[in-house]
């Protein structure tokens, strides 16, 4: 009985484990098919390629012309967008109030001349009188101290002769320096107001100014290129207007005293010749700085760029052709491709076709 009981427990077993194993192996299943995927291998390569950064067009010199003294305008001298000299006579404002007040000055400071003369007179005869003992010692000191208001008095005369003939100057509103003027903001008859009517702006406009701002992380390299007397030459800096490209370089003229610190960067200053005056203040463009990656730099298509949430990853094929996700740090972008600083290598295998199925671990078919 005992014997029969053991050989019923052996087949029981038999069969347990035999279910078992057909339970993680039926008929007829199989693995996921592998993922057809074009793949490109990366190579280390050389490549000239441009950063570009938004910039504005700004004179080197500009200057909003406004009256020294009051009243009404009474001559323009120039053509609205000229080319003005300096030292050219742009306004004229009436000057007849300012020539009477500096005559009357004049004539004022003539009557205290005169009378600096004759309290000079009177000085000088009571101390010679003094010195015989032949007048009081009162009338000495009265003479004297009349004598030094009276040149205190002519003191004052001059400078108010030369505030007067000041104003009757700044009736007249010069070119500051050689630029080009815009279009008047004011017209003969105008009444203008000292200090506060803006007339006009002159600005300079060969060279000009384009202005721009970099992360602090680029401040080495553009010193680099501001030490660089062949820039200019091999044209590293150029601005474009969408798809048109200035035909004249530039070259770094100043870079700013500090970084701005709430948003890590610098301003840095461009000069560009503007002989034609193609180039206009306010205008907005692009800054084109050109650089040539190195010899091995990694160059990969932008369509096996995959990005999510600000990373951004592409698909290696590693062994048995599963693929694995890697993050990468893009650069530059030439043409098509773009430059990976980070993540990648030379001899990796790349999906550049068929990403859209790819997940970690997804097995691929590569076809040619």
């Given at each position: 009985?005992?014997?029969?009981?053991?050989?019923?427990?052996?087949?029981?077993?038999?069969?347990?484990?035999?279910?078992?194993?057909?339970?993680?192996?039926?008929p007829g299943q199989s693995l996921p098919p592998a993922v057809p995927v074009t793949v490109a291998t990366v190579t280390p390569t050389q490549a000239t390629?441009?950063?570009?950064?938004?910039?504005?067009?700004?004179?080197?010199?500009?200057?909003?012309?406004?009256?020294?003294?009051?009243?009404?305008?009474?001559?323009?001298?120039?053509?609205?967008?000229?080319?003005?000299?300096?030292?050219?006579?742009?306004?004229?404002?009436?000057?007849?109030?300012?020539?009477?007040?500096?005559?009357?000055?004049?004539?004022?400071?003539?009557?205290?001349?005169?009378?600096?003369?004759k309290a000079q007179k009177d000085a000088d005869r009571y101390n010679e009188l003094e010195r015989h003992d032949a007048i009081a010692k009162q009338q000495?000191?009265?003479?004297?101290?009349?004598?030094?208001?009276?040149?205190?008095?002519?003191?004052?005369?001059?400078?108010?002769?030369?505030?007067?003939?000041?104003?009757?100057?700044?009736?007249?509103?010069?070119?500051?320096?050689?630029?080009?003027?815009?279009?008047?903001?004011?017209?003969?008859?105008?009444?203008?107001?000292?200090?506060?009517?803006?007339?006009?702006?002159?600005?300079?406009?060969?060279?000009?100014?384009?202005?721009?701002?970099?992360?602090?992380?680029?401040?080495?390299?553009?010193?680099?290129?501001?030490?660089?007397?062949?820039?200019?030459?091999?044209?590293?800096?150029?601005?474009?207007?969408?798809?048109?490209?200035?035909?004249?370089?530039?070259?770094?003229?100043?870079?700013?005293?500090?970084?701005?610190?709430?948003?890590?960067?610098?301003?840095?200053?461009?000069?560009?010749?503007?002989?034609?005056?193609?180039?206009?203040?306010?205008?907005?463009?692009?800054?084109?700085?050109?650089?040539?990656?190195?010899?091995?730099?990694?160059?990969?298509?932008?369509?096996?760029?995959?990005?999510?949430?600000?990373?951004?990853?592409?698909?290696?094929?590693?062994?048995?052709?599963?693929?694995?996700?890697?993050?990468?740090?893009?650069?530059?972008?030439?043409?098509?491709?773009?430059?990976?600083?980070?993540?990648?290598?030379?001899?990796?295998?790349?999906?550049?076709?068929?990403?859209?199925?790819?997940?970690?671990?997804?097995?691929?078919?590569?076809?040619?």
């Amino acid at each position: 009985m005992k014997h029969v009981q053991n050989i019923f427990f052996i087949i029981w077993v038999s069969l347990f484990f035999y279910s078992c194993a057909g339970k993680g192996s039926q008929p007829g299943q199989s693995l996921p098919p592998a993922v057809p995927v074009t793949v490109a291998t990366v190579t280390p390569t050389q490549a000239t390629y441009f950063e570009t950064f938004p910039a504005t067009i700004n004179a080197l010199d500009q200057v909003n012309l406004t009256s020294q003294v009051s009243g009404y305008l009474t001559g323009v001298y120039f053509t609205d967008g000229q080319l003005v000299h300096k030292g050219q006579l742009l306004y004229s404002i009436d000057p007849q109030i300012y020539q009477a007040n500096y005559q009357q000055a004049v004539a004022n400071l003539q009557v205290q001349e005169a009378n600096l003369l004759k309290a000079q007179k009177d000085a000088d005869r009571y101390n010679e009188l003094e010195r015989h003992d032949a007048i009081a010692k009162q009338q000495v000191d009265y003479a004297n101290a009349t004598l030094d208001a009276t040149k205190k008095q002519v003191a004052a005369a001059k400078a108010n002769v030369n505030s007067l003939s000041a104003n009757v100057a700044f009736t007249r509103i010069y070119a500051p320096f050689t630029g080009t003027i815009g279009i008047s903001l004011v017209k003969k008859g105008t009444m203008v107001v000292a200090g506060q009517t803006v007339l006009n702006t002159v600005s300079t406009n060969d060279p000009v100014a384009v202005d721009f701002t970099i992360d602090q992380k680029n401040i080495y390299h553009f010193s680099q290129l501001q030490q660089d007397k062949k820039v200019l030459k091999d044209s590293i800096f150029t601005i474009a207007f969408g798809d048109d490209v200035y035909p004249v370089p530039g070259e770094i003229s100043v870079m700013d005293r500090a970084v701005d610190p709430q948003t890590g960067t610098i301003k840095i200053r461009l000069t560009f010749a503007n002989n034609k005056g193609m180039l206009k203040p306010g205008m907005n463009t692009t800054v084109r700085v050109k650089n040539t990656a190195s010899s091995n730099a990694t160059i990969i298509p932008g369509i096996a760029i995959r990005e999510q949430l600000g990373e951004f990853t592409v698909f290696v094929v590693g062994d048995s052709s599963i693929v694995h996700q890697q993050k990468i740090l893009p650069g530059a972008t030439i043409g098509d491709s773009i430059i990976i600083t980070e993540g990648v290598k030379s001899g990796d295998r790349i999906v550049v076709k068929g990403i859209q199925n790819m997940r970690e671990g997804t097995k691929v078919n590569i076809s040619q």
